[in-house]
């Protein structure tokens, strides 16, 4: 019931992803359709080219969608924030199974007709258009079923980077440990891949009765395209320059943050692009900069460790002011905090630290030979991560380092899977799954106090910008904090209502 109850209320928002998925997965195949058959083609006239094209088509789909995702993403034209990128993943790993089934499509033509036409004094592009590709039709849409099959899968990792798509609420319950909502993305899109193997394979039977010419491909590419412009306009409706894009990155705090930046632009009248549970730093970052995004919430410690690489001290206003002037020298702005400083916390099992009387990092040497660490992957790769934890405490664990998603260390520490891991200080979860802070006794956390940083072309091209955001400094305390995660991990809240609630509450 409460799936169905989800679907119900956010029927709109559903409906919207729904038509951006499907969209994404008919312009990717419909290009690996453009490349792929052509290229097939040339394999079947050209042996050793189409080897290497096969050979580069299998290793690029070799590669995991999210490490091409990662890879394309700062390539000019391609990459960037948004659909983009996305169809070029999509693409690329749709275009492979094109290629072999046309190619085995026309290999598999009787050899006897290919004489007869050429007796009949057929060319060579004849013989293909009217011979050898219906004949191979079969093989041919063989392949497009199973590219577009990939394609409806593939596509949900799409909300990584913004581009929408029923992954946005798969990612959206990954990060609240959220069954409902996983589900409310899942189902839908195991059924929409159903549904386009359905409906090609009625296709294809239809296909068989029927001559193919030059100038009916021609009226159904026409149709085609014009209906994939159609919804793609309806599923990425285009925004103006005045609209402030604002992302966040893929926990549930962040979320949130975004949710409240959002709404706090839109009670100034401004238009705002939600691009929200992106990658983490390194991806907000990275489109902040190239402009993909106006606005995303960061933290002064990871700012200026992770992000500029630099060493920082444990005062609070010295690395604000720190990472405010690395900023300005990038063209983005660090505004005034929000109020509450989400430092890491060194957690453990609280059944683990009362039995065996663990209260600081420090106290993890008696244990840590026989104890499995988990960690997120973010935090495993940062300067002020893992590896300094380790030598500023001199942890040497028995066992690697388990790396996990960000969203699931903590329930994964309560169900034993770990043993001690790293998690946020304003986290719900700490208190709900009986977890236990350690004392960072040697201090090794910098501060990490919640900016808005934004791009200061953005700031000057809307001074609204700079008056929402001046608003919300200083109004969120770390008790806060802690209340709008429990709202929404703990109690599972809808993040748009728990943040308008919050910004209702202080206009009282």
């Not at 219906?134 to 990584?160: E, K, N």
């Not at 401004?270 to 549970?277: A, E, H, I």
């Amino acid at each position: 019931m409460r799936l169905f109850d989800f679907w119900l209320t956010h029927r709109g928002e559903m409906a919207a992803l729904l038509l951006q998925h499907a969209v994404l997965v008919i312009v990717s195949t419909s290009i690996a359709i453009a490349l792929g058959v052509p290229a097939g083609v040339l394999a079947s006239r050209r042996p050793s080219i189409g080897r290497w094209m096969l050979g580069i088509a299998s290793v690029a789909q070799t590669v995991p969608s999210l490490a091409l995702l990662g890879f394309l993403l700062p390539i000019p034209l391609i990459g960037g924030l948004g659909p983009r990128t996305a169809l070029a993943t999509l693409t690329i790993y749709a275009v492979l199974p094109i290629i072999r089934t046309t190619l085995s499509g026309i290999r598999q033509v009787d050899r006897a007709v290919i004489e007869a036409g050429v007796a009949m004094g057929m060319t060579s592009r004849q013989l293909l258009w009217l011979v050898e590709l219906p004949l191979a039709l079969p093989s041919i849409f063989s392949g497009i079923r199973v590219a577009t099959v990939i394609g409806v899968g593939t596509a949900t990792i799409a909300a990584a980077i913004g581009a929408g798509g029923l992954g946005e609420y798969i990612f959206r319950g990954l990060s609240m440990v959220d069954t409902t909502t996983i589900l409310a993305g899942a189902i839908p899109a195991a059924a929409l891949a159903l549904a386009a193997d359905g409906g090609l394979a009625w296709i294809e039977r239809r296909l068989k009765h029927v001559r193919l010419t030059t100038a009916l491909v021609g009226r159904l590419a026409g149709t085609a395209l014009v209906l994939v412009g159609l919804a793609s306009g309806a599923a990425y409706a285009r925004m103006d320059d005045d609209t402030i894009v604002v992302g966040s990155k893929n926990f549930t705090e962040q979320v949130i943050l975004g949710e409240l930046v959002a709404q706090a632009l839109e009670t100034e009248g401004l238009r705002v692009d939600r691009k929200l549970n992106l990658g983490g730093t390194f991806v907000c970052d990275r489109a902040l900069r190239s402009g993909d995004l106006d606005v995303y919430i960061e933290y002064t410690g990871t700012a200026v460790t992770a992000v500029f690489h630099e060493q920082v001290s444990n005062d609070s206003r010295q690395v604000f002011e720190r990472a405010r002037e690395l900023y300005a020298r990038n063209g983005l702005t660090a505004l005034n905090p929000l109020g509450f400083n989400n430092t890491f916390t060194i957690l453990v099992r609280g059944r683990d630290a009362r039995t065996l009387g663990l209260k600081t990092v420090s106290d993890l040497r008696a244990v840590m030979e026989s104890w499995t660490p988990g960690f997120g992957y973010e935090f495993l790769q940062r300067d002020d991560g893992y590896r300094g934890l380790t030598q500023a405490y001199a942890l040497r664990f028995g066992n690697d380092p388990r790396a996990m998603d960000v969203s699931l260390i903590y329930r994964a520490l309560a169900d034993g899977q770990i043993d001690v891991t790293a998690g946020d200080a304003t986290s719900a979860l700490i208190h709900a799954l009986d977890l236990a802070p350690l004392d960072d006794d040697r201090r090794y956390f910098p501060p990490y106090d919640a900016v808005p940083v934004v791009r200061t072309a953005s700031l000057l091209r809307q001074p609204a910008v700079g008056r929402a955001l001046a608003a919300l400094a200083g109004r969120v305390s770390d008790s806060d904090m802690r209340a709008l995660n429990a709202a929404v991990d703990i109690d599972r809240r809808d993040v748009r209502t728990v943040a308008r609630e919050f910004l209702q509450g202080l206009k009282r």
